[in-house]
């Protein structure tokens, strides 16, 4: 199971490449080798999945029912702009400038890795989206996790005091 983690700031050179940070780098380990495909994200961001987390997904939405019309939609959308990418020779993916109009990048930009995906925000994009962090968090995480494990929303057996 793919566990990546952390922020990175990074920029886009005028060419729209991207060097990946070392430590990110380090975490993808040979996964390098077989690539990634870049993808519009659900927000305003972009979406970059090491190709085997794809091909997990791929296969996830093959499974939908293409007589549904909204299964149809979702499919087209979710994979309009995919497009595969490889390293070059100095650790730059090259983005492709209609997915970086989509997401607003310019020149900065934050690399928001978790799981097994590394979202790409424009910088000014995620200033916002941390700007409107919900004032009472404590009560999302009950909102959200609290269900899990049987609904143990004190936290038996989770690990938390």
């Not at 919900?134 to 609290?146: I, K, Y």
Request: glycine letters at 8%; one cysteine or more; proline letters at 2%.
């Amino acid at each position: 199971m793919l566990q990546f983690l952390g922020e990175y700031n990074c920029k886009i050179d005028a060419k729209g490449r991207m060097r990946m940070p070392a430590q990110l780098l380090k975490q993808l380990g040979e996964l390098v080798q077989d690539g990634f495909v870049l993808n519009r994200g659900i927000e305003d961001c972009l979406v970059l999945y090491p190709r085997s987390a794809w091909d997990t997904i791929s296969k996830d939405i093959q499974k939908l029912n293409m007589y549904v019309k909204k299964h149809r939609d979702f499919v087209r959308y979710f994979f309009r702009g995919a497009t595969e990418l490889e390293l070059d020779s100095n650790l730059r993916l090259l983005c492709p400038k209609t997915l970086l109009d989509y997401a607003q990048i310019k020149k900065e930009l934050v690399l928001f890795a978790y799981f097994n995906r590394i979202e790409i925000w424009s910088k000014e994009n995620y200033e916002k989206l941390l700007a409107e962090e919900p004032s009472d968090f404590g009560a999302l995480a009950e909102e959200v996790m609290g269900n899990l494990n049987g609904g143990n929303i004190d936290g038996a057996g989770l690990g938390i005091s």
